[in-house]
């Protein structure tokens, strides 16, 4: 069995890459897939493909298209999501993708600090795990696999 795990949340910083490199040294099955982390590509796409908009408002309609369509593919395919929420960044993606998550029934690993925890309550009740780590994400990973 292989499994196919969407990561939503913040493209600022490697949370992504650590947990792909933990998996890996696990050997779990498992590809990941998530929003385009190339931050100027993910801003830039929509003029990528339909040229020069008028204004920046119409930039970031056009560029959300593409982002949007992306993420609705890839997580379709998903068989697993994960939405990190932090402290340093807006989270504005990583709810917008958890929603999606449940929206299309996808099983949710929600990863927050203790500190959000009120924040997100509603959130957290949806989803089928919520952690505070990465590392405790992956360990719920990892236990699906686990046949002992």
């Known amino acids: 069995m292989e499994l196919i795990v969407y990561l939503a949340g913040q493209i600022h910083d490697d949370w992504r890459k650590t947990l792909k490199d933990k998996a890996s040294e696990k050997k779990l099955p498992i590809t990941f897939v998530g929003p385009?982390?190339?931050?100027?590509?993910s801003d830039n796409i929509g003029e990528?493909?339909?040229?020069?908009?008028?204004?920046?408002?119409?930039?970031d309609e056009a560029a959300s298209k593409m982002n949007n369509l992306r993420t609705r593919v890839l997580m379709e395919k998903s068989d697993i999501v994960i939405a990190l929420f932090g402290e340093?960044?807006?989270?504005?993606?990583?709810?917008?993708?958890?929603?999606?998550?449940v929206a299309l029934n996808k099983p949710l690993i929600l990863v927050r600090?203790?500190?959000?925890?009120?924040?997100?309550?509603?959130?957290?009740?949806?989803?089928?795990?919520?952690?505070?780590?990465?590392?405790q994400a992956l360990h719920t990973l990892a236990y699906i696999f686990d046949n002992d």
């Open 36 to 41: 385009m982390e190339n931050h100027d590509r």
């Open 48 to 59: 990528e493909i339909l040229g020069q908009q008028p204004n920046p408002i119409l930039k």
């Open 88 to 101: 340093k960044y807006k989270q504005w993606n990583s709810a917008a993708d958890a929603a999606s998550a």
């Open 113 to 135: 600090p203790a500190e959000l925890h009120h924040p997100l309550k509603e959130l957290s009740e949806k989803a089928q795990v919520t952690v505070e780590t990465i590392d």
